[in-house]
Each structure stands twice: as C-alpha cells, then as structure tokens.
C-alpha cells in the first residue's frame, strides 16, 4: 500500500434492516422480528455502533406499502417514520452520525429544512439526509397524486429542493442571537435573511423557524445510479450509496462519478462512495457458510424462477433445483451470478436451488460476502485500495447477531490494518466526513 492509501480511511454505517437483510433473517432462533419498533433494542443498536467508532446509523424509507413485500423485504414492509426514530437515538448517543432518507419527490422543503436543522440540534451536529425521489411509484397513491414523476421530473424536483433547504439553513447567520439581557436584544435582525425563493417549483420566502444548524450545512447523502442521480451526487452530496456485487462495476462507477465532481469544481475526496456490504460473518468460514445455508433454508418461496431467468438472460423454469446447473455460458451476467454464488458456497458443485438462493438474497445488488472475519476484511481492503469503494454500508443479514459478529471480529481486523479509526476525530458528522464548517452564504454575500 502507498502512504497515500494508508491515510485514507475507511468510512462504516450500519443501513439498517430492522430484521436483517437477508429476508428469512427473523426466523432464526436468534433473530429479532420487532427490533425495528422497540427503543431500547435501537438503542443498545446505536450504543455498540458507536463503540465501534461507526460513521453513521442510517434508515432508508418508503412511502408506500403491502403485506406481500413480507417475502423479500420484511424489514422495509412497515417501520418507523426515520425522523422520529434518530430523534430519540440523537438522545442515547453522542457521536454517531444519524442519517435519514428524505423523498424529495413528495414533500415541502421548508417541513424538511425545519426539521433536518431540529435533529441536527438535539444530537450536537450529527443530522444528514438521505435524498431520494422514490423508488416506489405506489406512493403517488398516497399523497392524492395520479402518478409518480418520472425520472427527469423528480430530479429537477429534488435538485430545486436542495438548493432551498440549503438556502434557508443560512438564513440565521450564527450570531443572529445574542438572547442578551442587558440591552434587550434577542435577536439580531440585520443578522436574519430572507431568502426569497422563486423558482420553476417552489416559491420559499424564509427566513427559516430554527437556528442555522450545528454544522452549518448538513452532509448530504444521494442514492441511486440512473444518469440524474450520479450528476446529483457529483453537484450536492458528500457520500453516495450504491448497491453492486461487481468489483469491476464499482470501480467504473466509482471513476466516473469522481471524475464528474470537477465539473462542479469539486476534488475527489469530496464525494465518498459507499456501496452495501452484506457480511455473513463466522468465526470460521465453514460456520459462516453454515449459517449462510441456514438462512436460505429459512426463504419463504414459491421457487419462481422466472425473474432469476430474466436477470441472467437464460430460461430456468421447468428445471430441476436439485440439479446441477445448466449450461450457461450463453450469457455473461450468468456465468458472472453463478461464479459469486459459488464463492458465497464456498464449493463449485452448486445446484440450481443454491443460485435461486443467492439471486433472492442478493436481489437489490448489494455486495454478499460469506466467511471469516479475515475473508471479509480482505475484501473490503481489496475494494478500498482498488478504488471500488471508500467504505461500506453495511446490512447485517440477521439481528442483532449478524452485527454483532462484524462488530466484534471484522472491525479489529480492519483497525488492525490501520484502514479504519479507533477514535472519532470529532463530535459532528461533518467531523467523521473530513469535512469543514462550510461559511454562511449571507455572511460571504455581505463581505463582498
Ligand atoms: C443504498 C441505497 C439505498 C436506497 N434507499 C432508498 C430509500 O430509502 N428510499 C427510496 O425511495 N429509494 C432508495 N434508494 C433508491 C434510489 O434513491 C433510487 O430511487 C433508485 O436507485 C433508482 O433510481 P435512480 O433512477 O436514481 O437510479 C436507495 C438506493 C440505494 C443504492
């Protein structure tokens, strides 16, 4: 490694699956299947990421909802609205990063403004936003619309949304409170901006109903991989999430939406990218492997293996799931699925049904890694070093033992390395990001 590459750090957040990602994570015996509502199992949640030196806690969100998602996505199907919930672990901790997701696509950026800056208050700086613009369309239904945007449409939407919110997080300059009892002054109103909004969707006046936040101006945090969303990402965020099991992939979308960053007059260590890791963590790879094939066994399915065809570009249905698998070396996405499926068996023999497996577990992209805490660390070195990634999402596949494990056996390793903290550098999450305070745009207007 270079010395510059041992400077760099990595950068971990849990992305929480109130019941683990992997969709049959609650029916262990071990697994908890109502972690996501009881506080006091966020909490201790919270506390232990935060003796690991976590970056962040993150809650992805949607805006609509059926009991059919139970199958493969039991955690997303019903939860806690993400506010709310950081709001109360901004009170049981004092250093983690909170992070929420915001759909820009069916709210009013003055509610969010005011309530990003509240959160960021109550936990001494460490609010962030998750902006995405709704990957469910059945949320148009729920807020009295006939259909969700398309894709340009919400993102001219969220890209207006950012810079207002941005705009009235300023509107109180830092100072604008002297709250001084001797002259009677509360407020220093040259001090108070208007901001004067007016734009192709939102006409905002300001100034906001809350202090400028602890840090000034959150980190910002985008999701997504169509066109809009990497430009989003390469103009606005601090920290992207994707979701991809393919280094190669990682790695050119990595180079390009760095290399996008110049355009707006950024450098490449302004944008972190962080794809999802699902760790099967073992204290040897045979018990991760173990508990990987317990898991699957626990899938609730009709075995349709109809998407698994369309994804792979084969016809799989009629086939037997004991067989071996077929010939598949017409498609490349094939051969690429199966060579991970065998890796995450940890033998070549797979059988259809262990494929099938692999592709409902793996089914939004992220990256699944089964073994021992040396084997996942080897990975996630490799990714870092190779520029696929500057860190990891991490979704435990199981509550709270799947965490627990990576806390207990992967973090060391990675601190051993020397590529990830033993101590936060400060207390925002500004601080975790090697970001600055950034100025106050009124205060820069007024200095000319
Ligand atoms: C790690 C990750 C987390 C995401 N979390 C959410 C979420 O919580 N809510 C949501 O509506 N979309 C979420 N998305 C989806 C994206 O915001 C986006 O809508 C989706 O990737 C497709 O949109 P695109 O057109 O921007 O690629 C997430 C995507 C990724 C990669």
Redesign the pocket.
């Known amino acids: 490694m270079s010395s510059q590459q041992q400077q760099r750090q990595l950068h971990l957040g849990l ?1 929480l699956f109130g019941t683990g990602y992997h969709p049959a994570g609650w029916r262990l015996p071990e697994g908890r299947t109502d972690g996501a509502y009881d506080p006091h199992f966020l909490k201790e949640i919270a506390q232990k990421l935060e003796q690991a030196k976590f970056d962040f806690f993150f ?5 609509a909802t059926s009991a059919d998602m139970q199958y493969l996505f039991p955690s997303q199907m019903n939860r806690l609205e993400p506010f709310t919930l950081l709001s109360y672990l901004a009170a049981v901790t004092e250093k983690i990063g909170l992070i929420g ?1 915001v ?1 820009t696509t069916y709210a009013e950026p003055y509610n969010i403004a005011r309530m990003t800056a509240s959160l960021d208050h109550l936990s001494g700086g460490r609010a962030s936003w ?7 369309p059945r949320a148009a239904q729920n807020f009295s619309r006939e259909k969700h945007w398309d ?1 340009a449409k ?2 001219d939407y969220a890209e207006e949304f950012i810079e207002v919110i941005s705009g009235l997080w300023d509107t109180w300059e830092d100072d604008a409170l002297p709250r001084d009892k001797e002259s009677g002054v509360f407020a220093d109103g040259s001090k108070v901006h208007e901001l004067n909004h007016s734009g192709e969707h939102f006409s905002v006046a300001g100034p906001l109903n809350v202090a400028r936040p602890i840090q000034g101006q959150l980190p910002l945090i ?5 066109r ?2 990497q430009l989003l990402a390469a103009k606005y965020s601090d920290m992207v ?3 991809t099991n393919d280094k190669e992939v990682a790695q050119a979308f990595y180079k390009e939406v760095k290399s996008k960053l110049r355009e707006f007059g950024r450098t490449d260590s302004d944008l972190k990218v ?3 890791l699902v760790p099967i963590v073992g204290r040897t790879d045979e018990e991760a492997r173990a508990k990987y094939n317990e898991l699957n066994s626990l899938v609730v399915t009709d075995y349709d293996l109809k998407p698994l065809s369309d994804k792979l570009g084969i016809d799989l249905t009629g086939i037997d799931l004991n067989a071996p698998l077929p010939d598949l070396s017409s498609s490349e996405a094939a051969l690429h699925w199966a060579e991970l499926a065998r890796r995450a068996n940890g033998r070549e023999d797979i059988t259809l049904r262990d494929l099938f497996y692999f592709f409902t577990v793996t089914v939004r ?2 990256l699944l890694v089964v073994g021992s805490a040396e084997r996942i660390a080897d990975l996630i070195e490799e990714w870092f070093v190779d520029e696929a990634a500057d860190g990891f ?1 991490v979704c435990p596949p199981y509550m709270p033992g799947g965490l627990d494990l990576f806390l207990e056996l992967v973090v060391p390793e990675l601190q051993r390395r020397g590529i990830f903290r033993t101590e936060y550098e400060g207390s925002t999450f500004r601080d975790h990001l090697g970001l600055g305070r950034p100025e106050n745009r009124f205060e820069l207007q007024l200095k000319g």
Do not use: E, I
């Not at 809650?59 to 805006?63: A, I, P, T, Y």
């Not at 998750?130 to 469910?136: E, M, P, Q, W």
């Not at 985008?222 to 169509?226: L, N, P, V, W």
């Open positions: 992305f809650l992805g969100d949607r805006l997701t759909n998750n902006v995405v613009t709704g990957s469910d894709n919400r993102y985008t999701a997504g991989t169509s809009r969303s999430f994707t979701g962080l794809p999802g992209g992220h999402n």
